[in-house]
Nanobody, 122 residues
């Protein structure tokens, strides 16, 4: 499956942004989808994941209540709605897919998109 992330940009602190990740190739509904991010000089970290059917979501503790992951199976797209952004949210955001990840919060996803830059100004 090929993944194309988009929607990044520059936003002021306290603002909101929605990222999209369009999937092509194999059946979108067969994959658990996730978002990760990587800030300069830091390791890539888990943000959120969503089950194949969209009924189950999982978030990193620091994103709970601010970020919402969702998916539209018909559009083959997964979204990340981000609210109350802070400069600490500045990073490249990556979407990932795996048919059966052993750890939804780990880096063990088979497929990765190219990333989209999110910059939050203070």
């Amino acid at each position: 499956v090929q993944l194309q992330a988009s929607g990044g940009g520059l936003v002021q602190a306290g603002g909101s942004l929605t990222l999209s990740c369009a999937a092509s190739g194999r059946t979108f509904g067969n994959y658990v989808m996730a978002w990760f991010r990587q800030a300069p000089g830091k390791e890539r970290e888990f943000v959120a994941a969503i089950s194949r059917g969209g009924g189950t979501t999982y978030y990193a503790d620091s994103m709970k209540g601010r970020f919402t992951i969702s998916r539209d199976i018909a559009k083959r797209t997964v979204y990340l709605q981000m609210n109350s952004l802070t400069p600490e949210d500045t990073a490249v955001y990556y979407c990932a897919a795996d048919s059966s990840p052993t750890d939804w919060g780990g880096l063990n996803y088979d497929y990765w998109g190219q990333g989209t830059q999110v910059t939050v100004s203070s």
